[in-house]
């Protein structure tokens, strides 16, 4: 492990909320501090928006839907969002560096944190332009006369979007662009440990781009009684959340008086079934790369592997030497995979799991603890737990940390119905040379995503959600854009 603690290219944010056009703060001036997980320092603050501000927001976007053109003007839709494409084109390296100074993510790994979304941007506003908002479905006989039906997909309304802190602007991102070019008007609430990834793009909307006061806005808060509000606020139509699935429950509850769409990407807590004919040495460095990459605060992330009894002992020499090997350290060093978890919280309850699990029983093969040359930043050893009990709570709980527990299975079937023992269903991976077999097995799991033979599920082309409680809905692909829109069906003469 190296040490460097360097911290270069700590960046502070923009610290104003973006309400109803204008770049300002709560009426008071209340900030809040940001503080960089690779050395615990507060590097800004940020400002601390008020239910009261939340309330503004939301009237601004109620107002912009309602009565402006934006919900119907596809071209300027089209044109603020290729201008929005090129502003972040432009502020690149000030996001990259905002996004590593809030949530400690390496450097070296921030390109699905930073250009994937920007790409997203320009993918969103095409797939819209030439989305067809009007479908013939033909005549269809009916009491009174046939009747022609035709599809009309409308904007759903104000959406409030509520993003996590693991992957922020990628995330504001995914939640507020296919929003917009839907035609919705759009309230964000950044999370508390990421606000400048939100407030920055309120900044950069307000600043470089024609998107008219109210359409896009933003409040920034310490508090979840703010997020609370917007998910209760009966002049919002649509909540979108990234968030673990307490949280989403607590959504779909306020939500819930008022009948608002969701859409939901919550917890997981994948599993990957090596199965007997897999080359090991090629699929197990790979996971447990994956495994720390984001200091395993990734949702999508397979953190039970399943290994064949008879090739047990082989699998967990190879994941303890890639574990072992992981390059752990300071995130503006280049060289590092692995940074700091994002705050000391989130750290004591990955290492309170860790606990928990050899409590149960689990064998400790490596790490287990904070790495000794790293005592400042809030660091994790990358930890691998073998003869995890598949019912125990570290094999059933997230743990959003460099942790893979290991658990051996006999036959297929068992693999499945262990990789299906799970209150998620987010994604999952099956590995084996025979790819058929691979293919039925991946068929077999109840996750809304599978990966098989390292050919990953996820990109903005192709749906991704989960089942069970991991979610509701889907994002990317046609799907994700169809989630914020309404279809109403129109019945009219032949
Ligand atoms: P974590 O617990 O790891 O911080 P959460 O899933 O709770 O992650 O948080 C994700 C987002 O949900 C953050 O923006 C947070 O402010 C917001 N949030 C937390 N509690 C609530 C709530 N009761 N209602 C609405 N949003 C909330």
Request: some cysteine; overall charge negative.
């Amino acid at each position: 492990m190296t040490q460097t603690q360097s911290g270069t290219g700590i960046l502070a944010g923009e610290q104003r909320m973006l309400i109803d056009g204008e770049l300002r703060h709560t009426d008071g001036g209340a900030l809040f501090d940001v503080v960089h997980p690779g050395n615990e320092e507060v590097v800004g603050q940020v400002a601390d928006g008020t239910t009261a501000d939340m309330g503004r927001a939301v009237g601004a976007a109620r107002r912009a839907f309602d009565d402006t053109d934006w919900s119907r003007d596809l071209d300027f839709r089209y044109h603020c969002l290729m201008q929005l494409h090129a502003a972040l084109e432009r502020n690149k390296e000030r996001l990259r560096r905002i996004v590593v100074t809030e949530v400690g993510c390496p450097i070296s790994v921030t390109g699905s944190q930073i250009e994937d979304p920007i790409d997203e941007v320009r993918h969103w506003a095409e797939h819209g332009r030439d989305f067809e908002y009007l479908v013939d479905t033909g005549i269809h006989k009916a009491p009174m006369g046939t009747a022609r039906r035709t599809i009309s997909y409308e904007p759903v309304g104000v959406v409030g979007a509520i993003t996590p802190w693991n992957v922020p602007f990628y995330l504001n991102i995914a939640e507020t662009v296919p929003a917009l070019m839907a035609g919705n008007t759009v309230v964000l609430k950044p999370a508390q440990l990421t606000p400048w990834s939100g407030s920055e793009l309120g900044r950069i909307i307000a600043e470089e781009t024609d998107i008219p006061a109210g359409v896009f806005n933003v409040v920034t808060s310490n508090a979840n009684e703010v997020g609370a509000a917007l998910s209760a606020d009966p002049r919002v139509d649509m909540i979108t959340f990234t968030g673990s699935t307490a949280t989403g429950r607590a959504i779909l509850a306020a939500a819930a008086p008022t009948v608002k769409r969701t859409m939901m990407e919550l917890g997981g807590k994948s599993a990957h079934i090596v199965l007997d004919d897999a080359k090991l040495e090629k699929c197990l460095p790979m996971a447990a790369m994956v495994a720390c990459v984001m200091s395993g605060q990734a949702c999508i992330m397979a953190s039970r592997i399943l290994l064949p009894r008879s090739r047990y002992d082989e699998g967990i020499e190879i994941l303890k030497a890639a574990m072992a090997a992981t390059a752990v350290g300071d995130p503006w060093d280049p060289a590092m995979l692995q940074g700091p978890q994002i705050s000391e919280t989130q750290r004591q309850k990955v290492l309170g799991l860790i606990r928990s699990g050899i409590d149960s029983g689990a064998r400790l093969i490596t790490g287990g603890g904070v790495p000794e040359a790293l005592p400042v930043g809030y660091y994790t050893q990358p930890t691998l737990l073998a003869d995890v009990d598949p019912d125990s709570q570290v094999a059933q709980e997230e743990i959003f940390g460099p942790v893979l527990t290991v658990i051996p299975y006999d036959t297929d079937d068992q693999a499945v119905a262990i990789a299906n023992n799970s209150i998620y269903g987010l994604s999952g991976e099956v590995t084996g040379v025979d790819t058929e077999r691979a293919f039925c097995i991946a068929r077999r799991l109840r996750t809304g995503n599978v990966t098989v033979n390292g050919r990953s599920h996820f990109g903005i082309t192709s749906p991704f959600g989960g089942t069970k409680q991991s979610g509701l809905g889907r994002r990317n692909g046609a799907e994700g854009f169809k989630e914020y829109l309404e279809s109403k069906t129109i019945g009219h003469p032949a």
